[in-house]
């Protein structure tokens, strides 16, 4: 990071004998850099301003040839030329040369050469001109965190392109540097607010650096105000547009592998970190190998290997301690303070929290100052020292309101319906492309037709409908209320953990050349979201169809558990499967939690069950388990109650085939118990029966 500049204690008396440095420094450059020959016609040139043209072109075609090292010589040249020359209109450009020359290099140089050449030939100045040099300065004050010359600069900047249409590629670069320095200052409302319009303006144009730039950064605003899943998304869309760019990628794998630990899928961040590392050990880069290696000990400290993570900590930290503080030293004592409180170490912990405590007020980025703070007061709190524990959280409740504020909420909702919506039209013209469009008109004017007809009749019916106004208000939430249920009953069958590592796992069988395994674990994913997309269309469907789907997901889970587990699926011989319909998507979650918090954290092989029986005209459904039992699952979870959101929208629906419906449908949970010891869990599901058929009993056993 940049070392923050400092206002140049003697600026009076710069401005007062600019002239006379001009001609010392310019006699310096002449004699000290060894690679500026003025041409051979120089002396024909007629006039300063000639010369001055002559200058400008040779500094051009130094930069084009990568020879950057005769621009100083050639610009404090063609400064003492104008100096002297009161016709000059070219002056400005020799100090844009230098700001160029010493951005990267020399901020504080930079800065001071951007601010003279906006200063000089005011008159002779174009916009485009005027814009590119005030955004260097944003750009580069942004580097600094010099928060008083970040927001003059922004404000500069939105007075200049507030006059040009949104169509204008200039407005659109300058906004994505007023994106990226509001949310370096922790605005992020107003940062995400033009990153939606940059991203609506580049997908339009096609513009893939800007669409690169803008997902990557969204990705850290969202994570920045704690939605790393929408970080995830937002990055993922970024790698698209990488192209060639091995530094753009790096970043952006390191980014999504940080999310998906914050989310606690390690596989997904290993996979991610994996393909970093390879970049940073090419790149040779000792900055990024080391922030590589920092994330390799979260996710150490993560898996609860301390043995692994310090050496690493203690290393990174002597690298990134010797450098201006920035974002890998916040991580570093963060993920350092996390190892100690894992190791029962809280005043090491403290202590480490405590030098990041300087660094953030130092930065003063509210994200770094909130996650600090409210670290700070947990370990304060187990220590026994309550007064500074309700000290911290108080501060750390003021910054995190500020972060999570409901105006940065709405904007960020905003981007999202934004982008879906742009989505969705882009899928719209491929149709027009492609000659579909025609059916979807036709089916408009047909339904045109049909509202124009049925207008009459509507106007009608007014009067009986104000009639039984109650009746359909109560009708009305009964529907929004099954249809909200059966929406949040597709999300969670297509539950995002599933997903990424169906994904990962069928990656994985591509990397080891596992072509036939990939195809048959691709095939079953496909069939299976298929299944859960066409039963989620329908108010009730067959036993059978419900059970396919199950069997898949089983199946799938069976395979990534390494077949850890054996498992049963019966079928009464009273129960048709073919000719009984149930509610659709209901038994799933309550399998998934079996698999998930009772098995999959058992020792040993274990065993699930799933028996389908006839009840008093229900179907009964047991779902049993030989796993660790809710207690202990709970407990694995540091002594939190939880139960994942599929089941509570599984028992919502169940409750409402009870009382919107008034139809007989219940569930229950039973741990069972052998001598004493948890032996697992039992669920039993209580459905309606629409129809049934006797049919021979149907047995199903896989190990």
């Known amino acids: 990071m940049p070392k923050p500049a400092t206002v140049p204690r003697y600026c009076n008396t710069l401005r007062v004998y600019g002239v006379l440095g001009v001609f010392i420094l310019t006699s310096f450059h002449l004699s000290a850099q060894s690679s500026f020959r003025l041409p051979p016609d120089w002396q024909k040139l007629t006039g300063a301003n000639a010369r001055l043209a002559v200058l400008r072109s040779m500094i051009a075609d130094s930069v084009e040839a990568g020879r950057r090292d005769r621009i100083p010589a050639m610009a404090w040249y063609g400064l003492s030329i104008a100096a002297v020359t009161p016709t000059d209109t070219l002056a400005h450009m020799f100090y844009q040369f230098l700001g160029d020359h010493y951005d990267g290099r020399n901020s504080d140089s930079a800065a001071w050469y951007f601010q003279r050449s906006l200063r000089t030939n005011t008159a002779h100045q174009n916009q485009l001109n005027r814009l590119y040099k005030q955004q260097s300065l944003l750009y580069i004050y942004t580097g600094m965190y010099l928060k008083d010359s970040i927001l003059h600069y922004i404000r500069e900047l939105e007075k200049s392109i507030s006059v040009l249409p949104d169509s204008d590629r200039s407005k659109l670069n300058v906004s994505n540097t007023l994106a990226t320095s509001y949310q370096a200052i922790s605005r992020y409302d107003d940062a995400i607010r033009y990153f939606r319009f940059v991203i609506t303006q580049a997908t339009k ?76 050990a090419k790149s040779n880069d000792e900055q990024a190998i080391n922030a590589i290696a920092l994330r390799k000990a979260n996710i150490y400290v993560a898996e609860n290997k301390p043995g692994l993570a310090e050496p690493i900590l203690k290393q990174t930290l002597a690298f990134f301690s010797t450098h201006e503080p920035g974002q890998d030293l916040v991580n570093n004592l963060l993920i350092y303070a996390s190892l100690d409180t894992l190791q029962g170490n809280l005043p090491a912990a403290e202590a480490h929290l405590l030098d990041l405590y300087k660094i953030t007020t130092r930065l003063d980025q509210a994200a770094y100052k909130s996650t600090n703070l409210r670290f700070l007061s947990i370990v304060n709190e187990r220590m026994g020292d309550y007064r500074d524990a309700y000290h911290y959280q108080l501060q750390y409740t003021a910054i995190d309101d500020s972060i999570r504020s409901e105006k940065v909420l709405e904007n960020f909702s905003a981007l999202q319906t934004e982008y879906e919506t742009y989505k969705k039209e882009e899928r719209i013209n491929l149709l027009q492309k492609e000659g579909l469009i025609k059916d979807l008109r036709i089916r408009e004017a047909n339904r045109k037709r049909t509202i124009y007809i049925g207008g009459a009749a509507v106007l009608l019916g007014l009067l009986l409908l104000l009639l039984y106004i109650r009746h359909l208000r109560g009708k009305t939430i009964l529907e929004r209320t099954k249809a909200s249920l059966e929406m949040k009953a597709l999300r969670s069958q297509m539950n995002p953990h599933f997903i990424f590592n169906s994904l990962n796992s069928i990656q994985k069988y591509i990397w ?192």
């Open 205 to 280: 144009l096609r513009d893939s650096a800007l669409l690169l730039n803008s997902f990557v950064n969204t990705g850290v605003a969202y994570n920045q105000t704690g939605n790393d899943r929408q970080a995830v998304y937002y990055t993922l869309q970024a790698i698209p547009f990488i192209g060639n760019d091995e530094y753009a990628a790096l970043i952006t794998y390191a980014n999504v592998s940080d999310y998906y630990s914050s989310l606690g899928i390690l596989d997904s961040s290993r996979l991610f970190l994996a393909r970093a590392e390879k970049l940073a």
């Open 512 to 703: 080891e050349n596992k072509r036939e395994d990939a195809s048959e674990y691709l095939t079953r994913f496909a069939r299976l979201i298929r299944l859960v997309l066409e039963n989620s269309r329908r108010e009730a469907i067959p036993l059978s169809d419900e059970l396919d789907a199950l069997r898949l997901y089983i199946e799938m889970e069976h395979r990534r558990n390494n077949q850890g587990f054996d498992y049963r699926i019966s079928i009464s011989e009273q129960v048709d499967p073919e000719q009984t319909c149930i509610a659709p998507l209901l038994l799933q979650p309550y399998v998934e939690n079996a698999i998930w918090h009772g098995l999959s954290a058992k020792e040993g092989r274990g065993q699930l069950s799933v028996n389908i029986s006839r009840e008093n005209g229900s179907i009964r459904c047991v779902v049993e388990d030989d796993g660790i039992g809710r207690a202990a699952a709970s407990a694995a979870r540091k002594g939190s109650i939880h139960q994942s959101l599929a089941m509570n929208i599984s028992d919502e629906r169940i409750r409402w085939l009870r009382q919107g419906q008034k139809k007989n449908a219940t569930v229950s949970i039973e741990d069972l118990f052998i001598a004493g010891e948890p032996a697992g869990t039992r669920v039993t599901i209580l459905l309606p029966v629409v129809m049934n058929k006797v049919n021979p009993p149907l047995i199903e056993e896989h190990d």
